[in-house]
């Protein structure tokens, strides 16, 4: 699926049809049929696809990953927070696979998986690897205001596409996240100021008045896969004692040919480095909800 980001300014147009959106739609994680999960992805944004992950694969995850960020601490980008706030002690992790330490290789095995990177090249066909990210999200822990991945990566022509692994049992109470199917079928919003007391990121979107936020209810070792246009984020972390964490990855269409510079290089899917254009960050986004040019 080729898509292009608005790079000028657009008359606003009437929106695209999504009578079709259905919501997310769950799919087994171990063998989904790949036209299934082609469709789904095509039709929704995203797609939920139940035990990617053994539980004991994903425990290695949650303590390799946790207990390198108790006792080491490095990687972690604390995004200004003050030392009262629970992300200071758990901060989120950026390209740990990039990293020569035991996270950072675990993070690199994941991102080249064939039951991970494989899925997304079901999805979207061939791929290249841009990014990881692990998010402890601990209790009291603010959300992610409601924002598109593509803002970020700059993939052209076609956009991102995000694989998030639960690496615990996440709901509505401990800040799983919430997506607005169909909103893959818009260019990127340009972004307002979010709420800090809520979010520990500085911008958001609004949401389209004909659609709605679908709140996801992941188990241990489910992926979400879904569009860099898609609309999502995820409100705080309300429980009393449990964690949110997510391992993320991005990917890249092989269509695309410019990609901002920060998650270069790239790896295919051997693990070898590629590297492609520099997008040019920033300049305007769109104005309005303005539908896709597939």
């Known amino acids: 699926m080729t898509t292009t980001q608005n790079t000028t300014q657009n008359t606003p147009v009437g929106p695209p049809d999504v009578s079709e959106v259905t919501g997310l739609q769950l799919l087994d994680g171990a063998s989904p049929d790949p036209r299934q999960l082609a469709d789904a992805y095509e039709r ?24 390198h960020i108790e006792t080491d601490g490095s990687g972690g980008a604390f995004d200004e927070t003050g030392e009262d706030d629970p992300l200071h002690a758990y901060p989120r992790m950026i390209q740990p696979h990039r990293d020569d330490h035991q996270p950072g290789r675990l993070a690199r095995r994941w991102l080249l998986e064939q039951r991970v990177m494989g899925r997304v ?12 990210m692990f998010y402890f999200k601990p209790a009291g822990a603010r959300g992610q205001a409601m924002h598109q991945d593509n803002y970020f990566l700059q993939s052209h022509p076609e956009t991102c596409v995000a694989a998030w692994i639960a690496v615990d049992d996440c709901d509505a109470e401990n800040g799983a996240l919430g997506v607005v199917p169909g909103t893959h079928r818009y260019e990127i919003e340009c972004p307002e100021e979010a709420d800090a007391s809520e979010s520990f990121t500085s911008i958001t979107v609004r949401i389209p008045e004909h659609l709605g936020v679908v709140q996801t209810d992941m188990k241990v070792g489910d992926m979400l896969i879904f569009h860099g246009s898609l609309v999502h984020g995820s409100r705080p972390n309300t429980s009393a004692d449990r964690f949110r964490r997510s391992l993320i990855f991005h990917y890249i269409p092989k269509g695309s040919h410019e990609v901002a510079a ?33």
Do not use: K, M
């Open 121 to 132: 090249i079901e999805a979207v066909g061939p791929v290249w690897a841009a990014q990881s």
């Open 44 to 67: 929704n944004g995203a797609v939920h696809l139940r035990g990617v992950l053994s539980d004991e694969e994903v425990r290695e995850l949650r303590d390799v990953f946790t207990g």
């Open 262 to 294: 920060s998650y270069q290089p790239l790896l295919d899917a051997a693990g070898d480095e590629v590297t492609i254009e520099n997008s040019e960050y920033g300049g305007q986004c769109g104005e309005g909800w303005v539908p896709l040019n597939h």
